[in-house]
């Protein structure tokens, strides 16, 4: 769907899985054109495939935040920080602003989640090194959604893992503040 779209450039790319899928980012951002490439069930592989359509919009900014589908499925740390470099290197960081965003924590105490967030923890170092080693911005959004159980705060989720609007408006709020 989104390669038979007209090929138009855009001030901002939010790229990722079912997460950014249900953000209207659009709304945040009136004055500048905001696409929104998220879908639901994605992994890193799935974002590599898809890379070149997102590429060819020429964002001047990109904000990334792919893995806890990887997670999901068993995908290995090195496999998962192998395919992230692929990603950020598809840009030309002299045009695009990449932006790393941490994987926010799942919450398994009050929703039937199994995903566990010591390894959404691995992940994350792992997204703050391959920023950290290929010149991107990490902006770490996970202590800012996490109760005093190091869980995602039920308050903002409707079903431990998607985000109510709070959430959203939480997030845009903490890009604000972490971004120059």
Known sequence: MFEALEGESADKIFLGDSITDHGD??????????LNRGIAEDTTKGVL????????RNPEEVYIMIGVNDIAAGVKKETYAKNMEKIVQSF???KTRVVLQSLLPVNNDSFN????NSRVDDFN????????????????????????NGQLQKEITIDGLHLMGEGYDRW???LEKQLP
């Open 113 to 116: 989640n199994d995903l566990p």
């Open 92 to 94: 030309d960081q002299e």
């Open 49 to 56: 495939n898809r890379i070149d359509e997102v590429v060819s």
């Open 25 to 34: 980012f659009q709304e945040y951002f009136p004055d500048e054109k905001v």
């Open 125 to 148: 170092a792992i997204l703050e090194k391959v920023a950290a080693d290929n010149n991107s911005e990490y902006v770490n959004l996970h202590p800012h959604f996490e109760d005093g």
């Open 172 to 174: 845009i709020e903490q």
